[in-house]
């Protein structure tokens, strides 16, 4: 298990030149006229320091910043935002779900990723989805025991408060049960997938959960309870992980993985056997900051790429325009497309398939793959990075259902956590309180292409789904803490991550309004957008180039997250969820 987190001040040794012509304030024209764009954040009046906690529900916000008014770390709070998003927004996150999560010790100026993406069961082959012959319709196999994987957030959690904790485990969890027992106000976003009408939300699990007593469904405003989640934090704050990999926690979740229809095979066996893996965070130079992601299976690397094409002579100046430029919007789109088109292609589980990590970052093929960028026309095909080896385009679909949380505590240690159940409600099936995954569809349904192709992001036991799950550090080339974001949105996680970093660090908007910025989706040949949100003169602009805004069919942003402005948290809260940024 790899355990050498980054440490940024090589990078500022292998970076010094292009920092040193990217660094201070660019101006560009805004509309005609000449305005100042920040390219960083104001310099360093003290270092950056919690408490901060940002995530996408206030309940969540104040068991954090409860934990954080107590002493506890970062990580300690982590733990205890994640309890409560799993009781109070189970459409997204919860302890049957996976995590990938950037810890920033400000001490030793080290980034460490944990990655507590869940695994296939040890039975799982190639055509786990297949059903006479044919794969399965998308909703059938979600729906279906077999989409069911390991899960590893808590796992993650519990590894690195291990490492990064100050309080005792378990006191973590005493909002979350409390919240549980008590009842909590079902807020409007989760009243309105409680009265939703896709498979999730109608199964005989959820149906039972979310019907009251008089046999309607709970509304906006209703008091709900959960007693048997409030049993189970309390045994995993009294007995730890174990509590998830052994006993009757564990018997309740493969008894429901197993259950008709479309049985899985998740076993005993691989809930004991699950382990979270400690990996060097991928981090790079992008103008005056180091960006630093999880690596594959995450897809942050494509990220990365994107930011990488961003600097090169083809875009950078068309991309400074700024976010009320049309030329700028379209390049940003077209760096997705080129972005999307690599990954889709590479990046896999590197337990299983070799990921051109280096390849796709390496300036010159970053540099052919920018130069594209000005005439292309339609959907973008794979390149050919340094040591890749030339796999199966894939068309996995990645559906809707989890979250992002950034916490700061006093010391300033940092955690950018995203989190998921896969799909809203997972996979409809819930076990002693919490809904279980469906993190195994985030795999190709098929191990070949129709020509016979290998799929790189294949079935396999023991393997962990490709994600586009990307959780953001953000630090100065000091090693010193700038910031952090991230959002979920299934595979347009990519795009609204780097919406985010672009708005902040390239046009110099306040994080808040970043994020309110209209959101714009290039994968393929489509744009799928916010269209209400881009007023009439830039849709037209856009539209003069080729860019014929959809209605935005990819999960909606729920970006979180902050800039150290100085002296102070510049934070924001996407206001498509129910979020919420705090300090005191």
Not at 84 to 92: A, D, M, N, T, Y
Not at 334 to 362: C, E, I, N, S, T
Not at 400 to 427: K, L, P, Q, R, Y
Not at 488 to 517: E, H, M, R
Request: hydrophobic share 45%; with cysteine; net charge negative.
């Amino acid at each position: 298990m790899s355990n050498s987190p980054f440490r940024p001040l090589l990078f500022a040794v292998l970076a010094l030149s292009s920092t040193l012509a990217l660094a201070g304030c660019q101006t560009t024209t805004v509309g005609g006229a000449s305005a100042p764009v920040q390219s960083a954040a104001p310099p360093a009046t003290r270092p950056a320091r919690g408490p901060f906690v940002a995530a996408a529900n206030p309940l969540a916000v104040e068991a954090g910043m409860a934990v954080l008014r107590r002493g506890g770390s970062a990580v300690d709070a982590a733990v205890a935002v994640q309890a409560v998003l799993g009781l109070v927004e189970p459409q997204s996150s919860g302890l049957g779900g996976g995590a990938f999560i950037m810890v920033y010790d400000a001490g030793t100026q080290e980034v460490t990723t944990y990655d507590g993406r869940e695994t296939a069961p040890s039975a799982a082959t190639p055509e786990l989805f297949y059903e006479n012959g044919r794969p399965l319709p998308f909703m059938d196999a979600v729906l279906s025991g077999r989409s069911t994987g390991a899960p590893g957030a808590v796992a993650a959690l519990a590894m690195a408060q291990e490492t990064h904790g100050s309080l005792p485990w378990p006191s973590l969890f005493g909002d979350a049960e409390r919240l549980a027992r008590d009842g909590f106000t079902v807020s409007p976003r989760l009243a309105g997938f409680i009265a939703g009408t896709f498979g999730q939300a109608r199964t005989r699990w959820a149906t039972e959960y979310f019907t009251r007593p008089d046999g309607s469904r709970y509304v906006a405003g209703d008091t709900l309870r959960n007693p048997a989640y409030a049993e189970t934090v309390a045994t995993i704050a009294r007995d730890g992980i174990e509590a998830l990999r052994t006993g009757p926690i564990a018997e309740a979740i493969i008894e429901t993985v197993r259950a008709e229809p479309r049985p899985g095979s998740l076993s005993d066996a691989d809930l004991a056997a699950y382990r979270p893996i400690v990996r060097d965070a991928l981090c790079r130079p992008f103008r005056v900051y180091v960006i630093c992601i999880p690596p594959p299976p995450s897809s942050g690397v494509a990220l990365l790429q994107l930011l990488a094409m961003a600097e090169t002579p083809t875009v950078a100046p068309v991309l400074a325009e700024g976010e009320t430029s049309a030329a700028a919007w379209t390049m940003f789109a077209q760096l997705q497309r080129l972005m999307y088109a690599d990954r889709d292609r590479y990046v896999a589980d590197p337990a299983f398939v070799g990921v051109p990590v280096a390849g796709l970052l390496d300036p010159d093929y970053v540099a052919s793959r920018a130069a594209l960028s000005p005439g292309l026309a339609g959907a973008a095909t794979a390149g050919t990075p340094p040591g890749g080896v030339f796999r199966a385009p894939d068309a996995t679909a990645e559906p809707s259902g989890t979250s992002h949380m950034v916490i700061v505590d006093a010391a300033g240690n940092a955690v950018s956590m995203t989190t998921t159940v896969e799909s809203i409600f997972g996979s409809g099936r819930m076990a002693a309180g919490f809904f279980l995954n469906n993190q195994l569809t985030d795999f190709s349904f098929s191990p070949t292409t129709a020509e016979g192709g290998p799929i790189a992001n294949a079935v396999a036991a023991g393997k962990r789904p490709r994600s586009s799950m990307s959780p953001i550090i953000i630090l100065d080339h000091q090693g010193r803490l700038v910031g952090a974001m991230g959002s979920p949105g299934g595979s347009a996680i990519l795009a609204y991550n780097a919406k985010g970093l672009v708005g902040t660090l390239i046009w110099g908007l306040p994080v808040q309004a970043t994020f309110d910025l209209p959101n714009l989706v290039a994968k393929g040949p489509g744009f799928g957008a916010d269209t209400s949100r881009f007023g009439p003169t830039l849709t037209e602009g856009l539209a003069r180039n080729g860019i014929i805004l959809q209605p935005n069919a990819s999960e909606t942003s729920g970006l979180h997250g902050a800039i150290w402005r100085g002296d102070h948290w510049d934070g924001g809260a996407d206001d498509r969820r129910e979020g919420v940024a705090r300090t005191e």
